[in-house]
């Protein structure tokens, strides 16, 4: 059984970073493909960024060159970087494990594992 778990969330002015984390535990971080989604009140949870086991990365185009997605193997955590956030990055931000295909890896329905969700809040 995974077990993950987000931190770093807050609420931040428009233009302002974050870097929020997700701690895995119960298995090493090579034996899945690791994304962050996020859902706003009301909408449905959307991809954000996928770290593949091979390290390659995918974003949403929303956030590309704002946000990057990274792994550390020794602390078994990732990471998603986010600068210069607006508004409408305000959101409950999930990071999951899964083993689908490439073309599916935007599809939360294929995520084994998911965390509780760390809220982010963009606001002036």
């Known amino acids: 059984q995974v077990h993950l778990v987000e931190s770093g969330g807050g609420l931040v002015q428009p233009g302002a970073s974050l870097k929020l984390s997700c701690a895995a535990s119960?298995?090493?971080?090579?034996?899945?493909?690791w994304g962050w989604f996020r859902q706003a009140p009301g909408k449905e949870r959307d991809f954000v960024a996928v770290?593949?086991?091979?390290?390659?990365?995918y974003y949403t185009d929303s956030v590309k060159g704002r946000f990057t997605i990274s792994k550390d193997n020794v602390k078994n955590t990732v990471y998603l970087q986010m600068d210069t956030l607006k508004p409408e990055d305000t959101a409950v931000y999930y990071c999951?494990?899964?083993?689908?295909?490439?073309?599916?890896?935007?599809?939360?329905?294929?995520?084994?594992?998911w965390g509780q969700g760390t809220q982010v809040t963009v606001s002036s």
């Open positions: 119960g298995s090493t971080l090579n034996t899945y493909d």
């Open positions: 999951g494990a899964t083993r689908a295909v490439l073309s599916s890896i935007r599809d939360p329905n294929l995520y084994l594992y």
């Open positions: 770290i593949r086991r091979t390290s390659h990365t």
